[in-house]
């Protein structure tokens, strides 16, 4: 059974401080691995990482895959409190002829002014 | 439209009663999927649809839980006989063509069963 496990489950810091949030899958016949930002409603995508293309990087946000580690990090460097949300990561495996998202539980980020 | 739409927004159910929660994606989007999230967890797959074919509904966790897309357009889930367990966020996410594009989620169908 395909597992993503998100770590840590939630963070408390300050306004300006920098995150790394972790993730790390076990899947069979991974494709790829996404970030989403969810807040009150519907996640909202962050970034897609495949095989060829292990490093995003968007403003504030950037986010790596280590395909040997299995495992992929998000980081968000001077936080704001608008960051305030839960980070999920989700992994696009391949089953037979379909493809599955699995999403862990997400990180809780609470951000103090 | 401009994004994925779900109706209704929220939705309360005795025990035992039939639900149908819609999905509207997003125009020209083939592919469609269904997830449940439970409070504090993430989404969980319940099913995929390519155009008006199921291609997967191994997530659908008992034979009460019945999606369709007759049309390759809008979706239903029907859940048959609730149970307080299928208390959740009913997600609906839209791609352009399976898992290789961005999903697009909907707002979700807050569901209680009491």
């Known amino acids: 059974e395909d597992k993503v496990v998100q770590s840590p489950l939630s963070l408390v810091v300050h306004e300006g401080d920098t995150v790394t949030l972790n993730c790390s899958y076990e899947?069979?016949?991974?494709?790829?691995l996404l970030w989403y930002k969810q807040e009150k409603k519907a996640p909202t995508f962050l970034f897609m990482l495949?095989?060829?293309?292990i490093e995003k990087k968007s403003g504030r946000l950037s986010s790596i895959l280590d395909k040997k580690e299995l495992s992929s990090i998000l980081n968000i460097t001077a936080t704001q409190t608008g960051d305030s949300a839960i980070y999920l990561c989700?992994?696009?495996?391949?089953?037979?002829?379909?493809?599955?998202?699995?999403f862990g539980t997400g990180t809780r980020l609470t951000i103090i002014p | 439209g401009a994004g994925v739409s779900q109706s209704p927004r929220y939705k309360v159910a005795k025990r035992g009663q039939d639900v149908a929660l819609r999905c509207d994606p997003i125009?020209?989007?083939?592919?469609l999927f269904w997830y449940q999230q439970a409070l504090g967890q993430g989404p969980e797959f319940l099913t995929y649809?390519?155009?008006?074919?199921?291609?997967?509904k191994s997530g659908l966790p008992s034979d009460r839980f019945f999606a369709e897309r007759p049309e390759g357009s809008v979706s239903t889930l029907k859940i048959q006989r609730t149970q307080q367990e299928d208390s959740a966020v009913y997600l609906c996410?839209?791609?352009?063509?399976?898992?290789?594009?961005?999903?697009?989620f909907g707002p979700g169908t807050r569901l209680t069963v009491l």
């Open positions: 996410a839209s791609s352009l063509r399976g898992t290789e594009f961005e999903q697009f």
């Open positions: 899947v069979t016949n991974f494709r790829s």
């Open positions: 495949t095989s060829s293309g």
């Open positions: 989700a992994v696009v495996s391949r089953g037979f002829g379909n493809e599955k998202l699995t």
């Open positions: 125009s020209g989007h083939v592919s």
């Open positions: 649809f390519q155009n008006e074919a199921q291609l997967d």
